[in-house]
């Protein structure tokens, strides 16, 4: 049977080795299930306390994606048969997704991530915690949670509200495609290269100077990828997030409600924020309560404690939410017609959003404490 994550090691004219990950199910788009996740931890743990590998990398079987997300097919069933309860494979899947995420985030080593193609949902939380995040004039990067009644998890909490402006609570609510210049504009990539020079980039990184520090390994495949940059064949397209910044402010201003009338009632000739109106609006009404909260955290909570917060609030999305039913709807039955719990944003009630913002632990129970 094909492994569904592959490790690799690459020697280098250093004499040190490069570490590489390849997610391995091109047919699913290399889509993660907890298996993958518990592989890539115990994997990454080891290279972490190995000397012998300077830096890792993360990349994605075939073309089309890095990674799209997470296989929550898993989840959907264990909660379709306990309804209203936490299951163990929530929790499980979320728990192991969140620490591996954590763990890049603190890795020290580099960590280099070929962001070519699609990079959605659990994808971009593994993005998100590489030191050194390559996009391509193919890169399509996007939180689509709200269209199965999930909210932007793997960190977003972190580093949605670290973006510019009311960026990341638009990405959020409207699951906008990124595009590489969006990326860059919003600190989700800081490399651009062309997804035809992802070869001769491992060939470059074989002849860099690895040794055992850290930071000098940090510069210097720094260097080497700003080099790789100023050579590339591809160009930058232009970001829409980034020309359109002032009026997405503005569209993003005020309240829930406020937000609520000016999405629905906004008209536009714009095609991508066409589709991001569209998409906000047939996403979960309480989606949008939980986005709009998570927009709402303070900038000075810690990347451990946005991970806690996020824990809680994805089992309980499982168990008392509308994830059931928009993952029916997206990806079991595929008829992309999901029966919201609330019709409209306007009927969902205060009782159930804080059903769903209260954690399910007491805090000295909480399965993320040791972060």
Same mark, same amino acid.
């Given at each position: 049977m094909t492994q569904d994550v592959i490790f690799q090691t690459l020697g280098t004219l250093s004499g040190k080795s490069i570490g590489v990950v390849t997610l391995n199910i091109e047919k699913a788009l290399n889509a993660l299930n907890l298996d993958m996740v518990k592989a890539m931890t115990e994997q990454l743990l080891a290279w972490q306390q190995d000397d012998s590998i300077a830096c890792v990398v993360l990349d994605g079987a075939g073309e089309k994606a890095f990674c799209a997300g997470g296989d929550v097919r898993a989840i959907y069933h264990a909660s379709v048969a306990m309804p209203n309860q936490m299951t163990q494979a929530a929790c499980d899947f979320f728990t192991l997704e969140y620490q591996l995420d954590y763990l890049l985030h603190q890795y020290g080593k580099p960590v280099l991530v070929w962001g070519d193609g699609i990079v959605m949902g659990g994808g971009l939380g593994l993005m998100a915690a590489g030191?050194?995040?390559?996009?391509?004039?193919?890169?399509?990067?996007?939180?689509?949670?709200?269209?199965?009644?999930?909210?932007?998890?793997?960190?977003?909490?972190?580093?949605?509200?670290?973006?510019?402006?009311?960026?990341?609570?638009?990405l959020g609510l409207t699951a906008y495609n990124m595009n590489a210049a969006d990326a860059l504009y919003t600190a989700i990539g800081n490399h651009f290269l062309a997804s035809d020079e992802k070869e001769p980039l491992f060939d470059a990184l074989a002849d860099v100077q690895w040794n055992d520090d850290k930071n000098h390994n940090h510069q210097s495949l720094t260097q080497l990828l700003i080099r790789l940059q100023d050579n590339t064949s591809a160009k930058l397209p232009e970001s829409p997030l980034e020309q359109f910044q002032p009026q997405i402010d503005l569209l993003m201003a005020g309240e829930i409600e406020d937000v609520h009338h000016q999405l629905s009632s906004l008209s536009t000739e714009l095609p991508w924020l066409q589709r991001a109106q569209k998409t906000a609006m047939s996403?979960?009404?309480?989606?949008?309560?939980?986005?709009? @909260?998570?927009?709402? /955290?303070?900038q000075e909570m810690s =990347?451990?404690?946005?991970?806690?917060?996020?824990?809680?609030?994805?089992?309980?999305?499982?168990?008392?939410g509308d994830f059931c039913e928009g993952v029916r709807a997206l990806l079991i039955d595929k008829d992309?017609?999901?029966?919201?719990?609330?019709?409209?944003?306007?009927?969902?009630?205060?009782? @159930?959003?804080?059903? /769903?913002?209260?954690?399910?632990? =007491?805090?000295?129970?909480?399965?993320?404490?040791?972060?």
């Open positions: 030191s050194h995040r390559v996009v391509t004039e193919r890169s399509r990067i996007a939180m689509p949670e709200i269209s199965i009644g999930l909210y932007p998890d793997v960190g977003g909490s972190y580093f949605l509200n670290r973006m510019p402006g009311k960026t990341g609570l638009f996403g979960s009404p309480l989606s949008w309560f939980l986005v709009f @909260a998570q927009s709402q /955290l303070d =990347l451990a404690d946005c991970f806690k917060w996020e824990l809680g609030i994805s089992v309980n999305c499982c168990s008392h992309r017609t999901p029966q919201w719990r609330f019709a409209t944003a306007e009927e969902v009630t205060e009782e @159930a959003v804080v059903k /769903l913002l209260t954690s399910p632990w =007491l805090p000295e129970e909480h399965p993320l404490n040791h972060l």
